[in-house]
C-alpha cells in the first residue's frame, strides 16, 4: 500500500461488505426487534454508549476512540492494514502505523457509529469493532482486541451489555 489511506474502489466495496454480511450476518435495521445488527462473535463484548451522552467537551468520547485505536493499532503488525466500513458511503483500507502520525491522513472514520454502521476490521476479519448508531452500542470482537481493550472501555462506558452475543446477567 502506497498511500496510509487508501479509499476502496467500487468493486472492492461490494466484495468486502458483501463478505462482512455473509459472515457476521448484518442486519441493518432501525427497527429494535432487528438488534443487535450482526451475530456477533464467541470472543466479543458489547457496550451501550449512552454513558456518553452527557460528555461535556467530548473527553470520554476522545478518550474511548484513542482507546480502541491504539488497540486495533497493536493488533496489527507495523505494514498490515485494516479496513474501515461506513455502511453506504465510502469505505476505506488504510495503514493504521502511519495514519494519523505528524504530516500523515487521519484515521478513517470513528469507533463512535455517528449516524450509520461503522466498523473497522482485520483483513482476515477475525477481530475488530461494530458500531450500530441506533442501538448506540460498541462491540469489539477478537481474543487481541479484547485484551487490548476490554478493561479501558469498561472505565469509559461501564459494564459491557452483551458477551458472545448474549445479555450480560443482571443488565
Known sequence: MNEPVAALGEA?????W????????FRPSVYATQWPG???PEASLTWSLA??????????LDRLVEV????????????????????QHESFRFAPHLAGTPGRPRWPLSVYPDGDYYAYLTEDFRTG??????????????????EAAAVRVEEILGPSVRRAGRPVSGR
Do not use: N
Not at 51 to 60: E, I, T
Not at 78 to 83: A, I, V
Open 18 to 25: 458483501d463478505r462482512f454480511s455473509a459472515e457476521f450476518a
Open 51 to 60: 454513558a456518553l451522552d452527557d460528555d461535556p467537551g467530548d473527553k470520554r
Open 129 to 146: 469493532s461494530f458500531g450500530h448508531p441506533w442501538e448506540g452500542t460498541l462491540c469489539l470482537f477478537g481474543p487481541p482486541l479484547l
Open 68 to 87: 480502541v485505536r491504539q488497540a486495533l493499532r497493536d493488533c496489527v503488525a507495523p505494514g498490515d492494514t485494516l479496513l474501515a466500513l461506513d455502511w
Open 38 to 40: 450482526i451475530e456477533e
Open 12 to 16: 472492492e466495496y461490494h466484495r468486502v
